[in-house]
C-alpha cells in the first residue's frame, strides 16, 4: 500500500564511495529499513552488498525470520561478497521468538567469512546503524578512546563511586568531610565512620580500596614470575612450609566478588 | 562452653552422620554456630580433609576462635585466602584437618587440581540459601562430584526468607548441591519449642513515641516514598507493580523486589526509572538515619543529599532529578530537620528574604519561628566564641537517649534495693545491644559526656555538651567542606555551558573565587544578590507566568530551591570563620583533644591510679555493643550479664537471649526491649517476624510436596567425545586423531562470572590462567573479551574497551568481543520509551534516543567501535547458557589454545604473571579512574608503588617521574585538590 517509488537509474558511482549517501541494492526496494533511515541521503545503485555505507565498509541485511524459511540465502549473498571491502557487517534483524539457534549458526558462518554481525531488534534501530555507519565514515574514534580532559568534580565522582557501594551523595559527603583525594586515601576507618551515610561495610571497602596493596607483596616477588598454569596433573617442587602454625587470624580480604545485587 | 540444649543435640545427632548429605534450614539465631562448629569438631582429624565453603572472613575468624575454645587447637581451623601462595595451599591440603576456603580460590585449585579431590572427606557450605545454577558454589560442588562420590557434603542456611523467591526454590538449591535430604528447624518447631519455653524470659518491652518534629519529618519522608512510587508504577503500567507499596518498601530487599519486577527489561529502562528506584532506596535510608542519627548528623546527610543532585557524572545539567526533591513535603523536611539543630536569627533588613524562603517552603508555621526570633532578637548574646551571630543551638535529643539515660538508672537502683545472693550466677554488668558501630560510638559520647557535666542544668538537656560539639563541627563542616564542594561544581558548570540552566549555582562560586578566601563585604554583597535573586522568585511565582526553562527547578520550588538558602549560609558561615580564626574541631568522634589527654596523664599520681584504673566493679560496668549475629552468642556467655538493654529491636537477638537463659539455669535476665512507636521500625519488626514464620511455612508445604531429584555422577569434563577435530564430512576423514581434551583458557577474573561454570558443565575443560590480553581464549587465534551489558557501557565511558581491542587486535587474528545479555532478560539494546502510550513503530513520536548524530548512545558507539577495528567480530549472546553452547562451535575444527603462550601474550617484561591471581580488583578500579593512568601504564604504577594510597603520597616531582610531565601534573593537582591541612595553615 506504500507509495512505489519510481526506479532511480544510477551512474555507477558505487566504487568511488565518495558521496555522501547510502548506496542501496534494488533488492532491498520495499524494506521497511529504507524509510528509517534518518539524517543521511540514500540512493539505490548497482552494487554487490544490501547497503554500501563507506568506501570500505558493506551491509548485508538479514531478517532472521526470512533466515528461517531460506536458510541458503544468506550463504549466497556472502559468497557473492568475495573478499571486498574491509569492514563486512552482517545487519540482523531479530524479529523471532527463537533466536538461539540461528545466531549461533550465523556466528560461526560468519567468522568464518570475516563478517561482523550487528543485532537490531526494530526497522528503526537497524535505520540507525546504517545511517550512523554513514555520518561516522570518517568519524576518528575518539569519542570512545579512554579520555584525560574532564573537569575535577566529575573526575572525582567517577573514581570515587568506582568503589562498590558509594553513590554521589558519599562522594560529596567524602570531599565536605575530609578533603582531598589525598586525605580520604589517609583517612582511617574511624574517620569514615563519622561521615553520616557511612556504615561500617562503606568504610572498610573505601580504606581498602585506597590503603589495601595492589598484590599481596612480598609472596608475589620474583620468584613466581616463571610460574605457569601448567596442566594437571603435574609434580612440583616441595612447598617450603609455613605450616604447623595453626589457625591464624587474618584480615578480611577485599571485595572480590561482586555477583550479588548492586544498586 | 556451656552444654548443648536439648534441640540442638537432636540436630546435632541427626545430622552427624559422615555417610549422608544434608540441608539444613534453621532459624536465625538458635546458634547455629555452635552446631556448626561442634559438627566440625566431631570431624576433625588429621587423617580427614575437610573443607569450610561460603564463610566470611568474619565467621571464618568466629568459628575458629569457637573451635579453639572448644579444645580443637592443633592445628584447629585453617583459612586460605588470596594471601597464600599455590604451593602453600597444597601442602596445607595434603596435611588435612579442618579447611576454610574462598570459594573462588577452591574453584581454582580444583581445576588446577591441586588439591586431592578424591580423598576428601567432606564438605559444609555455609550460606546455602545462596546456591543456584550459576553461582560458584554449584560448580565447586559438580567438580567435587565428579571424581569423589563417597565424601558427605552438609549445607547450612539460617536465612528461610531466601528461599521464598522464584519457583520451587527448595529444590533448585537441592538439585545444585546434589542433596538428598532437607532438615527444617523454625522456631515453632516442637523440639525447638519445648527446649526454649521451659523458662519465660522476663522483658520490659518499651515503646518510645517520637518527638513532633521527627513525627513531621517522618510523614515527610513516607509521603515522598509514596510519591516516587506512584511514580514509578505510572511509567511502567505494562509490568506487574501492585505489590509495591510503602509498608514493602521499609525493607531493604524491597530493591531487590523492584529489581525482580524490572529485571526482565531492566538495561533497558531509562535513566529516569533507574533514578527513581535509586531514590526510594534513599529515602528509606533517611528513614533509618531519622531515627538513629543526631540531628545534626541528619541534617549534615540532608544538605550532602540536597548538594549532590544538581549535576551528574558527566557534569551536565541533570534531565533527571530526583522528583522527590522538589515536593513540598521535602522542603517541610529540610526546615523541620534544620529546627532541630538551630535558630538562625536575622537582621531586620533579612526578614523580606526570610518571607520569600518562606514562600518558596510553603511552610505555615514558619511564622511562629520567625515570632521567635523576634523574641530571641531582644536577648543578650551570650552564646560561647565558635558560635555565629544569630545562631542559636536548640538541643533536641533523640528521644530514646534520654529514655536509655533513664533506663540504667533504673537498673542501678534495683540493683541496690535488691542485691543478689553473691553466689548467683550472672553479672550486674550492663549490656546494651545497638544496630551498628556508629551507634554504639554515639550513644559511649552521649553517656561520657552526661557523667562529666556533672551537674543539670534546667535549660539545656543532659545531652546538651555533646550537641554543642557537634554543631560546632557542623558549622566548621558547612563554611568549609560544601562550600568548597560547591564551588567546584559551579565552575564546571560555567565551563560547560557558561550561563544556562546551571548558572543559579555558578555566579556564587564565580564570585567567591574572584575574591579568594576573605574579605567580607564581598561575601555581603553576594548575599544581597541572592537575596534579589529571591525575591524576583517571589515575584515570579506570584504572577502565576509560565515558568521559562532557565529558573525551571528555582520556580518549582521544593528542597531543590533550598539549594541557593544553602549555599547563602554556607557563605555566610565562611566568612565567619575567617573573622574568628575559628580552628577545625577534631574530626573525630572522640571530642577529647591531644592536650586534653597530656593533661590528664600529668594529673594522675600513684594513689589515685588505682581508683582511675583499678578492675571497675561490674555494677559501674555498661557494655555497648553492635548486634553482631552469631558471635553474640559467644559474647552472652562468655558475660554473663542480667540486665540487657536492646536499644534497637532485633528478631534474633531476642531468640539468642532465650537460648541463653535456658541453657544458664538460674540465671535472673531482664531484657528492656526499646521501640519507637509507629515508626518503620516497630512495622518492620513485626513484619520480618511474620515474614519468617511464613517462609518457614512455605518450605514445609513446598518440601512435602516435593519429588525427590534423580541425581546422576557428573561425567569428567573434556573425557566425553574425543574426536572433535574430524568432520565427517570431509570423504575419508583422514586425518590424526586428536586425542587432546577440549580446553579454554579462562582469565582468573571471570571466575566472578557464571560462565566457566556453563563452559564446564557442557565438557569443556577450562583452565584457569592469569590474562593480560582477553577474558577467554578458545584456540590459539581466538581470543574472546566478555561484557555484559552494564560493563559494555561502562568500559564504552571510560574508554577501556577501546584499549582492549587495541590489544586483543595486536595479538590474536580473530579478536572477538562477546556481547553477553543476561538470562530471563530481555534480549535488546533499545531504551524502553517511558510514555504512558505505547509507541507504535514508524510513528512521529520516535524516542529522542533515534537521533543518528547523537554520539552517546550505545548503539552509535558500537558502530565508531567497528569502523576502528574492522577485524574485530561480534557474538550477540542472549544468555551465558547460549554462550556456553557458541563457544564450542567455534572451537570445531581449530586446534587447541597452548595455555602458556597465551599467558605470555602482553605480558609485560618485568611484570610477574601472577598465577594465584591476588589482584586487589578494587584498586585498581579505582586506580584507572585517576587522570593519568592509562590502561597502558596501569599495571606500571601498579608495580611500582604499593597502594593507591602510595601514589598520593608522592611529591609532584616523583608523580611527573612516574606518569610523565603531563599526567603526572594532572595526576598531582587531581589528588591534591582542596587538601584540609593547607587551608588550615592559611586560616
Not at chain 1, 568531610?177 to 551515610?197: F, K, M, Q, W, Y
Not at chain 2, 531514590?279 to 541528619?298: G, V, W
Request: aromatic fraction near 6%; include cysteine; glycine fraction near 6%.
Amino acid at each position: 500500500s506504500r507509495p512505489i517509488r519510481p526506479p532511480v537509474i544510477q551512474p555507477r558511482r558505487a566504487a568511488g564511495g565518495t558521496t555522501q549517501t547510502i548506496i542501496v541494492n534494488p533488492c532491498q526496494r520495499g524494506n521497511p529499513v529504507l524509510d528509517a533511515i534518518k539524517n543521511v541521503p540514500w540512493e539505490y545503485g548497482q552494487i554487490v552488498p544490501d547497503y554500501q555505507v563507506g568506501a570500505t565498509t558493506a551491509v548485508l541485511f538479514l531478517s532472521l525470520r526470512y533466515h528461517r524459511l531460506h536458510p541458503e540465502y544468506v550463504h549466497t549473498r556472502i559468497g557473492k561478497l568475495e573478499n571486498r571491502f574491509q569492514l563486512r557487517v552482517l545487519l540482523m534483524m531479530c524479529d523471532v521468538s527463537e533466536h538461539e539457534e540461528p545466531i549461533r549458526e550465523l556466528t560461526k558462518v560468519c567468522l568464518i567469512n570475516n563478517l561482523t554481525i550487528m543485532v537490531a531488534w526494530t526497522p528503526e534501530e537497524a535505520g540507525l546503524y546504517l545511517s550512523t555507519y554513514k555520518l561516522f565514515e570518517h568519524k576518528p574514534p575518539d569519542r570512545i578512546k579512554e579520555r584525560v580532559d574532564k573537569d575535577y568534580s566529575s573526575l572525582l565522582r567517577a573514581a570515587l563511586t568506582s568503589i562498590r557501594g558509594v553513590n554521589k551523595t558519599d562522594v560529596t559527603t567524602l570531599s565536605s568531610n575530609v578533603g582531598s583525594v589525598r586525605e580520604i586515601a589517609d583517612a582511617s576507618v574511624e574517620t569514615l565512620l563519622a561521615c553520616p551515610g557511612f556504615g561500617e561495610v562503606k568504610s572498610r571497602r573505601v580504606s581498602e580500596a585506597f590503603q589495601r596493596p595492589f598484590r599481596n607483596a612480598g609472596k608475589s616477588a620474583g620468584a613466581r614470575r616463571g610460574e605457569t598454569p601448567v596442566l594437571p596433573p603435574q609434580t612440583e617442587e616441595p612447598a617450603l612450609g609455613r605450616q604447623g602454625e595453626g589457625r591464624k587470624q587474618r584480615a578480611p580480604s577485599p571485595e572480590w566478588d561482586d555477583l550479588d545485587l548492586d544498586l | 562452653m556451656t552444654t548443648l540444649l536439648p534441640f540442638q543435640k537432636h540436630i546435632i545427632e541427626e545430622v552427624h552422620s559422615p555417610l549422608s548429605s544434608d540441608l539444613l534450614i534453621l532459624a536465625r539465631g538458635l546458634g547455629l554456630r555452635k552446631l556448626l562448629c561442634t559438627l566440625l569438631k566431631i570431624y576433625d582429624a588429621p587423617s580427614s580433609l575437610v573443607l569450610l565453603v561460603g564463610a566470611s572472613p568474619e565467621e571464618e575468624a568466629g568459628i575458629g576462635e569457637e573451635l579453639g575454645v572448644m579444645g580443637v587447637r592443633r592445628p584447629g581451623l585453617r583459612t586460605v585466602d588470596y594471601e597464600m601462595g599455590r604451593a602453600e595451599r597444597r601442602e596445607l591440603y595434603k596435611q588435612g584437618g579442618l579447611i576454610s576456603v574462598t570459594s573462588r580460590i577452591l574453584v581454582v585449585d580444583l581445576l588446577q587440581k591441586d588439591i586431592p579431590v578424591d580423598v576428601i572427606t567432606g564438605m559444609v557450605i555455609m550460606h546455602a540459601e545462596k546456591v543456584s545454577a550459576t553461582s560458584t558454589e554449584s560448580f565447586i560442588v559438580r567438580l567435587y562430584r565428579e571424581s569423589n562420590q563417597a565424601g558427605f557434603l552438609k549445607a547450612f542456611s539460617d536465612d528461610p526468607e531466601h528461599f521464598t523467591y522464584g519457583f520451587s526454590p527448595l529444590r533448585a538449591v537441592m538439585k545444585e548441591l546434589r542433596v538428598q535430604s532437607v532438615r527444617l528447624y523454625p522456631r515453632f518447631h516442637e523440639i525447638v519449642q519445648e527446649s526454649l519455653s521451659r523458662r519465660m524470659a522476663d522483658v520490659v518491652e518499651v515503646y518510645q513515641p517520637l518527638s513532633e518534629s521527627m513525627v513531621e519529618i517522618h510523614r515527610c519522608i513516607v509521603e515522598c516514598m509514596e510519591a516516587t512510587l506512584g511514580e514509578i508504577k505510572r511509567s511502567h503500567s505494562t509490568l506487574d507493580l501492585d505489590d509495591l507499596n510503602v509498608e514493602n518498601a521499609y525493607f531493604k530487599n524491597f530493591d531487590y523486589v523492584i529489581r525482580k519486577q524490572l529485571d526482565t527489561v531492566w538495561h533497558r529502562v531509562g535513566p529516569r526509572t533507574n533514578q527513581l528506584v535509586k531514590d526510594l532506596a534513599e529515602l528509606r535510608r533517611l528513614l533509618k538515619f531519622l531515627l538513629s542519627y543526631p540531628p545534626i548528623t541528619f541534617l549534615k546527610y540532608l544538605e550532602s543529599i540536597i548538594a549532590s543532585n544538581t549535576v551528574t557524572e558527566s557534569g551536565a545539567a541533570r534531565q533527571h532529578q530526583s522528583p522527590w526533591l522538589y515536593m513540598d513535603a521535602a522542603s517541610n523536611m529540610l526546615t523541620a530537620a534544620r529546627a532541630r539543630c538551630y535558630v538562625m536569627q536575622r537582621k531586620a533588613s533579612d526578614k523580606a528574604f526570610a518571607a520569600v524562603a518562606r514562600h518558596a517552603g510553603g511552610e505555615e508555621d514558619e511564622w511562629d519561628v520567625l515570632d521567635e526570633w523576634e523574641g530571641l532578637q531582644g536577648r543578650e548574646r551570650k552564646g560561647p566564641k565558635w558560635l555565629p551571630e544569630g545562631m542559636t543551638p536548640v538541643y533536641e535529643e533523640l528521644p530514646k537517649w534520654d529514655l536509655l539515660r533513664k533506663i540504667l538508672q533504673e537498673i542501678e537502683e534495683t540493683i541496690v534495693q535488691n542485691p543478689y545472693p553473691p553466689n548467683a550466677p550472672g553479672t550486674n554488668l550492663v549490656l546494651v545491644m545497638v544496630h551498628d558501630n556508629k551507634t554504639c560510638a554515639l550513644l559511649r559520647e552521649y553517656l561520657t559526656s552526661l557523667n562529666a557535666s556533672g551537674t543539670v542544668d534546667p535549660d539545656r538537656p543532659p545531652g546538651a555538651r555533646m550537641l554543642d560539639a557537634h554543631l560546632r563541627d557542623y558549622i566548621f563542616w558547612k563554611g568549609r567542606g560544601l562550600r568548597h564542594t560547591m564551588q567546584a561544581k559551579g565552575e564546571m558548570a560555567k565551563s560547560l555551558s557558561g550561563g544556562g540552566s546551571l548558572k543559579r549555582v555558578a555566579p556564587g562560586a564565580e564570585e567567591a573565587k574572584k575574591d579568594g578566601e576573605g574579605e567580607v563585604s564581598e561575601a555581603l554583597l553576594k548575599k544581597d544578590k541572592l537575596r534579589e535573586r529571591a525575591m524576583q522568585q517571589r515575584r515570579r511565582m506570584r504572577g502565576g507566568k509560565v515558568p521559562e526553562p532557565v529558573g525551571r527547578s528555582l520556580l518549582r520550588g521544593g528542597a531543590a530551591a533550598e539549594e541557593v538558602k544553602m549555599e547563602e549560609e554556607a557563605v555566610e558561615l565562611n566568612s565567619f570563620i575567617e573573622t574568628t580564626h575559628a580552628s577545625p574541631p577534631p574530626l573525630t568522634l572522640n571530642t577529647m583533644s591531644e592536650e586534653d589527654v597530656i593533661e590528664l596523664v600529668d594529673r594522675i599520681d600513684s594513689e589515685s591510679f588505682d581508683q582511675d584504673f583499678g578492675i571497675v566493679p561490674d555494677e559501674q560496668i555498661v557494655l555497648i555493643r553492635p548486634y553482631g549475629d552469631d558471635s553474640d552468642d559467644m559474647l552472652l556467655s562468655e558475660l554473663q550479664p542480667r540486665w540487657i538493654v536492646m536499644y534497637e529491636p532485633d528478631q534474633s537477638f531476642i531468640r539468642r537471649v532465650e537460648v541463653y537463659r535456658s541453657s544458664h539455669p538460674g540465671l535472673a535476665v531482664r531484657v528492656y526491649f526499646m521501640v519507637y512507636e509507629l515508626t518503620s521500625e516497630d512495622y518492620m519488626y513485626l513484619a520480618q517476624q511474620r515474614r519468617e514464620k511464613d517462609a518457614f511455612a512455605k518450605l514445609i508445604e513446598e518440601r512435602g510436596s516435593m519429588l525427590n531429584p534423580i541425581l546422576e555422577a557428573p561425567t569428567r569434563a573434556g573425557s566425553g567425545d574425543l574426536i572433535k577435530t574430524i568432520s565427517s564430512r570431509i570423504a575419508g576423514g583422514g586425518k590424526v586423531v586428536n586425542s587432546e581434551p577440549t580446553r579454554i583458557i579462562v582469565d582468573m577474573r571471570e571466575f566472578r562470572s557464571s560462565l566457566p561454570s556453563l563452559l564446564h558443565a557442557v565438557n569443556i575443560q577450562i583452565i584457569p590462567a592469569t590474562l593480560t590480553v582477553g577474558d577467554y581464549v578458545l584456540t590459539p587465534d581466538i581470543c574472546v573479551e566478555r561484557k555484559s551489558v552494564p560493563d559494555l557501557v561502562q568500559s564504552f565511558n571510560s574508554g577501556r574497551l577501546y584499549t582492549q581491542c587495541e590489544l586483543m587486535s595486536v595479538h590474536y587474528k580473530q579478536p572477538i568481543l562477546l556481547i553477553e545479555f543476561e538470562q530471563d532478560k530481555s534480549f535488546s539494546l533499545q531504551t524502553i520509551s517511558e510514555t504512558r502510550a505505547p509507541v507504535k513503530s514508524a510513528k512521529p513520536n520516535q524516542p529522542v534516543e533515534f537521533n543518528a548524530s547523537d554520539t552517546s548512545t550505545i548503539q552509535s558507539k558500537l558502530v565508531l567501535l567497528t569502523l576502528a577495528f574492522p577485524r574485530l567480530r561480534i557474538i550477540w549472546s542472549s544468555s551465558p547458557f547460549a554462550t556456553a553452547k557458541i563457544f564450542p562451535d567455534l572451537k570445531m575444527n581449530h586446534p587447541e589454545p597452548d595455555p602458556l603462550r597465551a599467558v605470555q601474550i602482553g605480558a609485560e617484561e618485568g611484570v610477574a604473571t601472577m598465577v594465584e591471581g591476588g589482584w586487589n580488583t578494587q584498586a585498581e578500579d579505582l586506580l584507572r579512574c585517576f587522570p593519568g593512568i592509562t590502561s597502558k601504564n596501569v599495571r606500571y604504577v601498579m608495580g611500582k608503588v604499593g597502594s593507591v594510597r602510595d601514589l598520593c603520597e608522592l611529591s609532584r616531582e616523583e608523580m611527573e617521574s612516574l606518569l610523565g610531565t603531563e599526567g603526572g601534573k594532572q595526576c598531582y593537582a587531581f589528588v591534591n585538590r582542596g587538601t584540609r591541612k593547607a587551608t588550615r595553615q592559611a586560616a
